[in-house]
């Protein structure tokens, strides 16, 4: 009779169990080595990025029909590198077990005044991507992820480059002006950076 009682007691205990269980919200990895925010982290970067294809895309379709060859050209390899930038994520998700989620993206800008227009809000695109990927590496070296961590001081890394990139493009729209010519001369000049 004892051992009966510990038994209902057992299978009670472990029904309760159960259901407390149920009520929470399902992790989305079974790998311990990376958390729910982590994970949630990974997939807004590929979103981002994603968009990035999106935006520089856009930018590069509007200056091949405006006659801006070079820069068409330029923006075009811009967006292929932010697939690459999206990979980056995507492998690391992967690679720990976890599925990435395909986001919904929003339509960027398609109508633009002109080149100066578009290398000043690729500053300003790159700026808050900066901001974004410094922030999911502080979120790593915070949790002690140091496989994260890693991975976040790669986007840091890729994001000196563009914004030295940007800053010399404006650089040369305060040294040399926005003018037709200076406009011409700069679309020359971008051929050096495919």
């Known amino acids: 009779m004892a051992e009966e009682l510990k038994l209902k007691r057992s299978l009670k205990n472990s029904s309760?169990?159960?259901s407390s269980d149920e009520s929470k919200p399902a992790s989305k990895s079974k790998n311990p080595l990376i958390t729910d925010k982590c994970i949630e982290y990974l997939n807004y970067r590929i979103q981002q990025e994603?968009?990035?294809?999106r935006v520089y895309l856009a930018m590069s379709m509007w200056l091949d029909d405006k006659g801006y060859v070079n820069a068409a050209k330029l923006w075009k390899k811009y967006s292929s590198e932010e697939n690459t930038h999206a990979d980056w994520a995507r492998e690391y998700l992967i690679s720990l077990g976890v599925q990435p989620e395909t986001?919904?993206?929003?339509?960027?800008?398609?109508?633009f005044s002109g080149l100066p227009q578009i290398i000043k809000d690729s500053y300003d695109h790159e700026v808050e991507i900066t901001n974004q990927v410094k922030e999911l590496a502080a979120h790593a070296l915070e949790m002690g992820d140091h496989m994260l961590y890693q991975l976040g001081l790669q986007y840091v890394k890729e994001q000196v480059e563009e914004l030295g990139k940007l800053q010399n493009f404006l650089d040369q729209l305060e040294a040399f002006g926005e003018d037709k010519i200076a406009m011409r001369l700069l679309d020359h000049e971008l051929k050096d950076y495919l």
């Open 103 to 111: 986001r919904e993206l929003e339509k960027p800008n398609q109508d």
């Open 16 to 18: 309760e169990e159960k």
């Open 50 to 53: 994603e968009y990035s294809v």
